[in-house]
């Protein structure tokens, strides 16, 4: 692929972007994602499935990538059931950089049936005994949920523009 879009549609799968500016969307169950070389938009589970429990892995290779967790309409690794509320549901970002990168998460969220609009707080730390290795993304609440880990990279703020919250 170059320059082109792709959706993964079957469970647990790869898709690779090859080089040029691609468009790479994850579906249902634990996908991997690597843009390869160019400016890549890599978006997390799209699916919402109340069985899916996915652990997507995303690349973004050489270029400027943006690696999105989420948007207007809430996150992507993140259920309003406390019974799917864990750290089994999250993505890996493999090779994040700060200085050319962008992630992406949304400022709100909603429960099921209710109107969008719940403030989300985040914070970052180290990622849980037994996962990946890398800086974990929490949304901050009583029980912290599990979002993203970004691998190889340590010292990241919240703050920053390589975080941007829509």
């Known amino acids: 692929m170059g320059n082109d879009n792709g959706y993964v549609y079957d469970n647990n799968d790869t898709l690779i972007g090859g080089s040029g500016n691609d ?3 994850a579906g249902p169950g634990s996908d991997v994602l690597d843009g390869g070389t160019g400016d890549d938009v890599l978006i997390g589970d799209v699916v919402d499935n109340f069985y899916d429990i996915p652990v997507d892995t995303l690349t973004g290779g050489a270029g400027r990538d943006q690696f ?18 864990s ?8 090779d994040f950089s700060r200085s050319q990168d962008v992630i992406q998460l949304p400022k709100s969220y909603s429960n099921y049936g209710e109107p969008l609009g719940i403030p989300v707080k985040y914070i970052l730390g180290s990622s849980p005994i037994g996962l990946p290795q890398g800086t974990a993304i929490y949304i901050d609440q009583d029980t912290d949920v599990l979002i993203a880990i970004i691998q190889g990279v340590s010292g990241l703020s919240l703050d920053e523009s390589y975080f941007r919250f829509v």
């Open 68 to 85: 999105i967790l989420g948007g207007e309409y809430g996150n992507l690794y993140y259920s309003s059931d406390p019974v799917l509320q």
């Open 23 to 25: 468009l790479l969307i």
């Open 87 to 94: 750290n089994k549901e999250y993505a890996i970002i493999t």
